[in-house]
């Protein structure tokens, strides 16, 4: 795929964009990893922002879980470990609710 060729000021707004998106993202982390919202409030949403998280790094920011204990999870879970919370099936949505009802 070819790349837009932008003009100074549509890349200087790109990247203001691309760098809010990535701060929020990192705020709803952390509310996670806080106890300060729930998985399931975090999976309601449906917006660009939520959908291009891994879910690797999702379960990494739930408390008490590290990287060697995401990773069982995620292949307990049957989800591939560069799966991002976009393209989670119907199936994987309900088994990873299930492992996190809170």
Same mark, same amino acid.
């Given at each position: ?9 549509? &890349? ?5 964009k691309?760098?809010?998106v ?5 705020? @709803? ?6 106890? /300060?919202?729930?998985?399931?409030? @975090?999976?309601e949403?449906? /917006? %660009? ?8 790094r999702?379960?990494? %920011?739930?408390?008490?879980i590290g +990287?060697?204990?995401?990773g069982?999870?995620? +292949?307990?879970?049957?989800? %591939?470990? %560069?799966? &991002? ?9 309900? &088994? ?7």
């Amino acid at each position: 795929m070819a790349l837009l060729n932008l003009t100074p000021v549509q &890349r200087a707004e790109a990247l203001k964009k691309a760098a809010a998106v990535r701060h929020e993202r990192g705020e @709803l982390l952390a509310q996670l990893k806080a106890g /300060d919202l729930a998985l399931t409030a @975090l999976l309601e949403r449906e /917006d %660009s922002v939520v959908c291009k998280i891994r879910v690797r790094r999702l379960l990494e %920011s739930l408390p008490g879980i590290g +990287s060697v204990r995401a990773g069982q999870l995620l +292949s307990g879970l049957g989800i %591939s470990e %560069s799966r &991002r919370v976009q393209g989670l099936g119907p199936a994987q949505r309900a &088994r990873l609710l299930a492992q996190f009802p809170h």
